[in-house]
């Protein structure tokens, strides 16, 4: 478009119009096809955000910031911040800590194809329908402790459900293939002649990951840690139907969805829903934080 | 000798987890559908006999005839207005470079980014305000807000790759907007295009969170029905939850299993490397 601009204006005289100009700059016809999307998701997702933001400091009852004190002040409240992180952390962990072995090894096959769609399975069928299969199976009456039982491991069924283990399995049903797919292709994104290279200079396996694929990887490992970590962190169905959700895995969303929907609350509601993006912003930071602390280089992995 | 050994040992450990995990969903998976054709199933390790029974008293008991209707309603308006709303967003985004085109890129990855759970509470609380909330418009809205911005996410570098010449050539011959979309672009983009929509289409079957709480009592789609259900467990029959559980599935699957003929399952997941 800058090349129409620049052969007309010179014969239109010295002013171009502010068409052309705009054109100039990037800003045509087609650049107006954004309008649409743009204005819809600024209607739909920023100002209820602001909304949200603003009706937060407007309690029912109390000062402005009475809803935040209500918060932090009644253990009710804020010990749910506690609790979904003492379900999110280690989720988020696990699935990184096995994710990342396992996808090394898949890298190497050459039909991954039919564990991929083997993995995807659950991040389709979505949570509830996962809560509503653990019910049974992993229940006392379940197969997988009869199966325990058969083979002589357990005297009486572990209960798994209906508790904090319950919640835990779920995220990591749900959650490792999540998290697993991400690192896969963030790792089949290195250039494979690089460890080549380090293999053909001797370096051992050990090493290779060491000084090879860690740094490439570590970008792209930090996003997965901050995806996964904020999917698990706003947990619902499964805390509500395979937890405690009045005790054990009473996690933020709960709360902030019992004032919504329970005590009508929605300022306190949207008070709490900030609180929970607080904290999720809070950690993905220092992830970030931490990632800058362990190596400094291009964000960009190794396929350039 | 010695190293390879070692290295069998972690290859094998590997691969047992992998098979541990697989197991357990599959028999996850299979629990769930051998118990919805169960007669009586406790304290054995298989159901005492079969039945088909409980698909047409869940069909009966759930409402599923209208649940499914409004699922389809839903989905449909979801695919067809983010396809509309995405597209051209994306064609935008690919060929041209303005001021603010970075701040643009960030509205379009938070929605994609910030768990619907978080963001869904503001929302909801707007749609009650104006009135949308618990109907079928406000359901629809509110399914598109996540979608809308994969749609973009997934098409812009699809069109990036279409080479500019081809509309340039088209305008040399004197091609007007209209038939340049309808004869050069449309054909070029419709693979993506398809690949993009039934992606959404999937994942608005799925999505629990927002029409949960955006939905009111005629404008629950299955997943939110199937949730009410075990929710409330114990007034109904679980084999005729399993049976809900299993027609859920069957819906999803079926439309997962056409959209993998497209693309790659890997897809499903990593929009965010494709953002960059």
Known sequence: MSTVASTV????????????????????????LLLPAALFLIALFIYPFIYGFVLSFEPKQGGTLSNYQR?????????????????????????????????????????????TTFLVLPITLGTVLVAEGMLFYFGPQGWFNRTLMTLGLISHPVRLVHNYWGVLISLVITGFPFTFLLTLSYITG?????????ATLGAKPAARFRHIFWPLLLPGLAITFCLSF???????PSAVLVGEPAAATRVISIAAYQSAFEDYDYSMASAIAMIMAATQLIVVLAVFAGRALVYRGPVASGKG | MNRSLTERLWAAALWLLVGFFILNLTALIATVITSSFATRWLGTWFP??????????????????????????????????????????????????????????????????VPPITYGIPMATVLYKTGLGGTLAGVILANLVPTVPFVILVMIPFIEQIDPRIEAAARVFGA?????????????????????????????????????????????????????????????????????????????????????????????????????
């Open chain 1, 9 to 32: 204006a010179p014969i239109r005289a010295a002013a171009p119009s502010l068409r052309l100009r705009l054109a100039a700059t990037g800003i045509d016809g087609v650049t107006l």
């Open chain 1, 71 to 115: 918060f932090f002040s009644d253990s009710y409240f804020a010990n749910t911040v506690a609790t979904t992180m003492k379900i999110a952390l280690p989720v988020t962990l696990l699935n990184l800590t096995l994710a990342i072995p396992i996808a090394f090894r898949v890298r190497l096959l050459r039909r991954q194809r039919l564990l």
């Open chain 1, 190 to 198: 290195i250039d494979p002649s690089l460890e080549q290279a380090a």
């Open chain 1, 230 to 236: 904020v999917q698990a962190y706003s947990v619902f």
């Open chain 2, 48 to 113: 005492a006999d079969f039945t088909t029974r409980w698909y047409f008293s869940a069909w009966d008991e759930f409402q599923l005839g209208d649940v499914l209707i409004v699922t389809f309603e839903v989905v449909f308006a979801v695919v067809v207005l983010a396809g509309l709303l995405g597209v051209p967003a994306a064609y935008a985004m690919a060929r041209r470079n303005f001021p603010g085109k970075k701040l643009l890129m960030l509205l379009f990855l938070l929605p994609l980014l």
């Open chain 2, 176 to 276: 007007g907007t209209l038939r340049l979309f309808i004869y050069v672009l449309l054909p070029i983009l419709t693979p993506g295009v398809l690949a993009a929509l039934l992606l959404v289409l999937v994942r608005t079957i799925g999505m629990f969170e927002l029409t949960f709480l955006t939905a009111g009592p005629t404008s629950q789609t299955l997943v939110v029905a199937l949730y009410y259900a075990v929710f409330a467990a114990g007034v109904r029959a679980v084999q005729s939850i399993d049976a809900m559980a299993v027609i859920y599935m069957a819906t999803t699957l079926v439309w997962l299993l056409i959209a993998l003929r497209f693309v790659n399952p890997t897809q499903i997941v990593a929009r965010a490397k494709q953002a960059r």
